[in-house]
């Protein structure tokens, strides 16, 4: 019998961490879009340093921060009573940072695409900021949007090695599907790990397929 | 009336260049901005609507405009792409900046676009887009309309077409106006007076008949 509950925690926590980014990474890569500030290149390098690092070094870095004994860490589990090493919390806030350039490169990229002179149109029609990211920006970059949405999940997905390091292997709370096949190798338990993996190629690959046939269709019809 | 008192410098391709302009213009006044490329009439439009900064001051009925935000001048901004919403069909398009149903079927009835009022603006020729640009910017009822270059980028019907929906409008609204135009047939047709400007500075400021016949000065406009 297939336990699918590290398939449910790794769309849980994907899904969380998608959610969340949105929110945050949204008005960052506005104003990366935007801004002529000298301090560009280095907070656009900062963003990127997940995508070069090896998960181990950020994880390290990450559970050094998170850990009750450091300031960070120490503050929230004294102040809110929260836990953020080898837990789900810790586990969102790392994939927060891990899955951060996926969110904001896309997202920026798309911005920057957009005709400066209909977001000024919208201006001056009297809209705020966010109403013409809301109502203008975001419906005319589609496909970035919908990049950084689906990458940014499957990517999170997929994590293993930050969230080894970060969150351990607790059933139920820490044990996401990536971890529960490394562990099932570890056992020799290659059938189970065989049907793991084939779900885990099979989803990924669906969902990049929506991705490119999403992105091929508004090429079609003239979005990009 | 319309005080403008500016003073910007410009980075352009002939090195560094004093924007200075000094006019008063009245209510209603249909005033068209000539000069050859590169003497500072985008920027001017641009400063007017407060999508650049300068130095100096801009009153509009007694009220400073230097501090006010694109979205609080009530501007009417045409600009030479367009820029039209292209998330949005002809009307949302009007409907985005009021919803004055009355308003935006007046506007395309006076430009015939009524029966394209539910077409996407992205299935438009350039010369129905232009007209949909026109009647966005009227849709706020601003105080001021500039348009850059509205008939540059369209053929000889349209822009004869647009020319006479420009003049349409302007006698059913009485909105004080300013045009940047290299077209002197439609400047004749259009302008209580015309403007020139060279290298950032006003060399010609008068009634058409004036300065249309001042040779010189149309063959230094017209060199496009």
């Known amino acids: ?224 | 009336m319309l005080h403008i008192h500016i003073n910007k410098v410009l980075h352009g391709s002939q090195g560094e260049m004093s924007l200075e302009v000094n006019l008063d213009i009245n209510e209603g006044e249909f005033v068209v901005l000539m000069g050859e490329s590169g003497a500072g009439k985008t920027t001017l439009l641009r400063v007017l609507a407060g999508l650049e900064k300068s130095e100096g001051s801009i009153r509009v009925e007694g009220k400073s405009w230097k501090e006010m935000s694109p979205q609080k001048r009530e501007i009417g901004f045409v600009f030479q792409d367009y820029a039209l919403f292209e998330n949005m069909s002809v009307k949302e398009n009007l409907l985005f900046v009021r919803k004055d149903k009355a308003l935006a079927e007046k506007l395309l009835t006076l430009t015939e676009l009524t029966a394209l009022s539910s077409r996407n603006v992205k299935s438009l020729s350039g010369g129905q887009k232009q007209r949909v640009s026109l009647c966005r910017a009227m849709m706020n009822r601003p105080k001021l309309l500039l348009m850059d270059e509205p008939l540059s980028a369209l053929d000889a019907n349209m822009r004869k077409r647009l020319q006479s929906e420009i003049a349409k409008l302007h006698s059913a609204f009485g909105t004080t106006t300013i045009m940047v135009s290299h077209d002197t047939e439609a400047s004749y047709a259009l302008a209580d007076r015309i403007i020139v400007l060279s290298q950032g500075k006003v060399i010609q400021d008068g009634k058409k008949e004036d300065i249309l016949q001042k040779k010189t000065t149309v063959t230094y406009a017209l060199k496009e």
């Open chain 1, 1 to 224: 019998m297939i336990d699918f509950a590290p398939f449910i925690l790794s769309f849980k926590l994907a899904g969380l961490t998608t959610l969340i980014l949105f929110l945050l990474a949204l008005p960052f890569a506005w104003w990366l879009s935007q801004t002529h500030a000298k301090s560009k290149p280095v907070l656009e390098a900062i963003t990127a340093l997940p995508i070069v690092l090896p998960p181990s070094v950020l994880g390290f870095y990450i559970l050094v921060v998170l850990s009750p004994n450091a300031a960070v860490g120490g503050f929230f589990e004294d102040v809110f009573g929260v836990k953020l090493v080898f837990s789900f919390t810790g586990l969102v806030v790392a994939s927060c940072f891990y899955s951060l350039p996926f969110m904001v490169q896309p997202l920026q990229s798309g911005f920057e695409s957009l005709n400066k002179h209909m977001l000024e149109a919208s201006y001056l029609a009297g809209k705020s900021t966010l109403q013409t990211i809301w109502y203008v920006a975001l419906p005319n970059m589609k496909p970035a949007l919908i990049t950084a949405l689906i990458i940014t999940f499957a990517h999170t997905v997929g994590e293993f090695g930050v969230v080894l390091m970060v969150g351990g292997s607790i059933p139920d709370e820490t044990k996401v599907a990536s971890v529960a096949i490394y562990e099932m190798v570890e056992v020799m338990e290659y059938g189970k790990a065989h049907i793991y993996s084939a779900i885990m190629v099979a989803m990924s690959f669906v969902v990049l397929l929506l991705v490119y046939v999403f992105n091929h269709k508004q090429k079609k019809i003239g979005i990009i």
